[in-house]
């Protein structure tokens, strides 16, 4: 891959935060890409379109760290519904009670206190909106 087409999927991600939207390519087998990239690793099909995600996830992996002289934050893996696996911080008054397999939604904001809109997660409440 180029620098040019590292840079123009990297800045499409971007662009599509900001927009408010957890994007993510899907090759026309259907696969879903996350991260972005040129070719799909699953079948190799350079024939890759933009989607969005719903942002309907369950927790693959969890760890809560602790640092010292700060509040502890969760940092999950998760299993979004679209059918990839990302890397998340998990937010909310229960984040740090999060286990395996619980349910989340994924929307996309600031961390507390500013900077890069990035997608976070927070447990579902399990009733439907």
């Not at 087409?5 to 662009?15: C, I, K, P």
């Not at 989340?104 to 399990?126: F, K, N």
């Given at each position: 891959?180029?620098?040019a ?11 599509r ?43 693959y ?21 679209e ?9 909310g ?37």
């Open positions: 891959m180029s620098l087409q590292e840079r123009s999927l990297d800045a499409t991600y971007r662009r935060l900001t927009e408010g939207v957890l994007a993510f390519q899907q090759c026309g087998g259907g696969h879903a890409v996350f991260p972005p990239r040129p070719v799909c690793p699953t079948c190799g099909s350079r024939e890759l379109a933009w989607a969005e995600s719903a942002g309907d996830a369950t927790i992996s969890a760890t809560t760290i602790s640092p010292r002289d700060q509040d502890p934050y969760t940092v999950v893996i998760l299993d979004v519904a059918g990839f696996r990302m890397m998340s911080r998990l937010d008054p229960d984040a740090t009670s999060a286990t395996i397999g619980d349910d989340v939604r994924v929307e996309v904001r600031a961390i507390a206190g500013g900077g890069d809109l990035l997608p976070l997660a927070a447990l579902s409440t399990g009733v439907d909106a």
